[in-house]
């Protein structure tokens, strides 16, 4: 069945199924809500307020189990508050009454009806005419037998000849002009009732997606960052740390050596000055892990030729992008790469690795691969943990496929739109 056909049969089927659903409960809804609003006076209308919005709450779960197969992607549901388990008889039953969503479920509930019967009601009968013109040649002739002149009204008002073959060919004709029209009107239907509903039964769920996203991205964000600042104090202390308290006694030796060894003064002191260029060496090997310079003062693509170079392993670099990027993203892509290929170094057993910079729609893709030993996966602990913690503060993506014996690949896209 081709794509179209199966499109416009899978609208009419949301639209015309959905159709006694949306009545059946429109009618409850508005019972019970009347219902619960008379009774309120009494003391019973806060338990049938409740079981209206639970009763439009389940109605509202039917919509967003469909709307996927309308809207082509999935939907966020939203998330009702539970009634805690020690709650009493008061509490549960108005438990349904302070979450927003019920209200936003009971409104749908009522403002779906007329658009669903406007909607179905449009794209039926265009469907049904559409079908009946194209067809009419099959059964023209029998329905222009019996008609008689009023099958012929519309042919003879522009000048056609007054017989059955002459109307079916001119009305197979005006079907002929309805069909590339019909998918898009019922399509065009079917996402005016699906929209209603996403914007009133899932706005909120996507809110609370993305709360929890922002979440999860902060929480990342600081994990990583410790992570960072950890590592660093690992490093200061066991690197520079060391060698300056080393450099200060030998300048100590030094000093009490002047007087009564000049030589042996002399010899300490060449000694020292190389230990000062070790430790600055150092030093500036670790402010590369900060920020490098020239990730600052010449952009990302330069920087990745930098990094790629001091790989212990050959590296191919392709960078299809050249221009600059907001700081932070520059930031990320280069540290992912740096983790990921100080990994392959350690632990792959690789011969060989590329790393590829490209463009996506609204974001950067960074792609490493090598020809090693695989095993590499993401689980705390390992060395790829920190930088899934990286990426995600940064709301990117990160995807690692390395199978047992390889090859690795690690994709890294990070938005910048």
């Known amino acids: 069945m081709p794509a179209t056909p199966r499109r416009v049969a899978a609208d009419l089927v949301y639209l015309v199924a959905s159709l006694p659903l949306t009545l059946v409960g429109f009618v409850l809804l508005v019972v019970t809500f009347a219902a619960g609003l008379v009774t309120l006076p009494i003391g019973i209308g806060v338990p049938v307020l409740a079981q209206s919005l639970v009763l439009a709450r389940g109605l509202a779960e039917i919509e967003r189990r469909a709307l996927p197969g309308v809207l082509g992607h999935a939907v966020a549901r939203p998330r009702y508050p539970p009634t805690p388990p020690d709650a009493g008889l008061v509490r549960m039953l108005t438990t349904p009454l302070r979450a927003?969503?019920?209200?936003?479920?009971?409104?749908?509930?009522?403002?779906?009806?007329?658009?669903?019967?406007?909607?179905?009601?449009?794209?039926?009968?265009?469907?049904?005419?559409?079908?009946?013109?194209?067809?009419?040649?099959?059964?023209?002739?029998?329905?222009?037998?019996?008609?008689?002149?009023?099958?012929?009204?519309?042919?003879?008002?522009?000048?056609?000849?007054?017989?059955?073959?002459?109307?079916?060919?001119?009305?197979?004709?005006?079907?002929?002009?309805?069909?590339?029209?019909?998918?898009?009107?019922?399509?065009?239907?079917?996402?005016?009732?699906?929209?209603?509903?996403?914007?009133?039964?899932?706005?909120?769920?996507?809110?609370?997606?993305?709360?929890?996203?922002?979440?999860?991205?902060?929480?990342?964000?600081?994990?990583?960052?410790?992570?960072?600042?950890?590592?660093?104090?690992?490093?200061?202390?066991?690197?520079?740390?060391?060698?300056?308290?080393?450099?200060a006694m030998e300048l100590s030796r030094v000093e009490r050596q002047m007087e009564r060894d000049p030589d042996a003064a002399r010899s300490t002191l060449a000694g020292a000055i190389g230990a000062t260029r070790e430790t600055l060496d150092e030093l500036r090997a670790l402010s590369r892990g900060i920020a490098p310079p020239i990730l600052t003062d010449r952009g990302l693509a330069p920087a990745l030729a930098a990094l790629t170079a001091r790989c212990p392993i050959p590296v191919t670099l392709d960078a299809q992008v050249q221009e600059r990027f907001p700081a932070s993203v520059e930031s990320v892509i280069y540290f992912a790469a740096a983790e990921g290929l100080t990994n392959m170094a350690k632990h792959s057993g690789a011969s060989e690795a590329k790393v590829v910079l490209s463009r996506t729609g609204g974001g950067l893709l960074l792609t490493m691969g090598d020809n090693g030993v695989g095993g590499a996966h993401v689980a705390k602990g390992h060395g790829l943990a920190g930088l899934a913690d990286r990426v995600k503060a940064a709301e990117g993506g990160l995807v690692v496929d390395s199978p047992e014996g390889g090859p690795t690949t690690i994709a890294v896209e990070v938005p910048c739109a």
């Open 100 to 247: 927003g969503q019920s209200w936003l479920d009971l409104l749908y509930g009522l403002l779906i009806l007329p658009v669903s019967i406007a909607a179905t009601a449009v794209a039926a009968v265009f469907s049904a005419t559409t079908l009946a013109a194209v067809t009419s040649p099959l059964y023209g002739w029998y329905v222009g037998s019996v008609a008689g002149e009023d099958y012929n009204d519309v042919p003879r008002m522009i000048g056609l000849p007054h017989t059955p073959i002459a109307s079916s060919l001119f009305y197979f004709a005006v079907g002929l002009v309805l069909a590339p029209l019909l998918p898009f009107l019922v399509r065009g239907c079917a996402l005016l009732r699906a929209q209603l509903g996403r914007i009133l039964l899932t706005a909120v769920g996507e809110m609370q997606e993305r709360i929890v996203d922002l979440s999860e991205s902060r929480a990342a964000a600081v994990s990583a960052e410790a992570g960072a600042l950890r590592r660093l104090e690992r490093d200061i202390h066991d690197g520079p740390q060391q060698r300056l308290v080393h450099l």
